[in-house]
């Protein structure tokens, strides 16, 4: 395959809350989420730079992505944590998600839809629940989250298929009052961007797909991201965390 700039077909970029325009294609995107992430900066030029911007990378795929776009733009990484709740036997489908501060958003009408009962979600979200607490301590040990009120935050992610772990850490994260949040993805499903779009202040992504299908499709290599990497990568980007609020 081509290198990832010499790709012959545009980049679509635009905010969802004007309309997801479509890209058709069978070819995938990016070669990784290294590649996707500085596409994505591409699309945030007007964030660097910025003492009150703040990139939050949902582990364990978006920390990689977020990675180059905190690089590129010269703005700090962390990480917030999100843990998907899959409908039982068919793990991959998302019916809901849980976030750190003990936020948990349900696809109710899906849930309905697969006749999954609340002893179901119950035993999954507690599964994944431990997940998180573990991913917790691992990624940020005592670190505290740095200080989001006030300041504009990028929510960033390797794509977005159903959206639901990105809605949980949007609805989590407007409990601190960030001034601004944005959702950025290298990939993402129309649908998922208009519904996300009525969450958040702004999304954007560097190429929407039409059919979208799944994340995985649009990436040349999309190996699971290891603890190691996100721990490795959070290192290399390691800054203080903020006291207060944006000047």
Known sequence: MAPFDALPVALISQSCQTGCPMWQT?????RNRVAGGIALARELQKFADRDDVLILALPRGGV?????VARALHVPLDVYLV???????????????????????????????????????????TLEQAELRRRE?????????????????ILVDDGLATGSSMRAAIR????????????????GARSACEA???EADEVICAAMP??????????????????????????ATAMPARTGGAP
Do not use: N
């Open 26 to 30: 069978a070819t995938p995107a990016f």
């Open 137 to 153: 301590l691992r990624y940020r040990g005592d670190r505290p989250l740095p200080t989001l009120g006030g300041r504009t935050v």
């Open 83 to 125: 843990r998907k709740i899959g409908a039982p036997g068919h793990e991959e489908l998302a019916v809901g998600a849980l976030a750190s501060g003990g936020v948990q958003v349900l696809d109710r009408e899906l849930i309905r839809h697969l006749g999954i009962t609340d002893a179901d979600i119950e035993r999954v979200a």
């Open 196 to 198: 996300l779009a009525r």
């Open 64 to 68: 990689p992505v977020g990675y180059e």
């Open 210 to 235: 039409e059919p979208f299908h799944a994340v995985g499709l649009w990436y040349e290599d999309f190996a699971q991201t290891s603890d190691e990497e996100v721990e490795a990568l959070l290192r």
């Open 172 to 187: 989590a994260v407007r409990q601190q009052h960030p001034a601004h949040v944005v959702v950025a993805a290298p990939v």
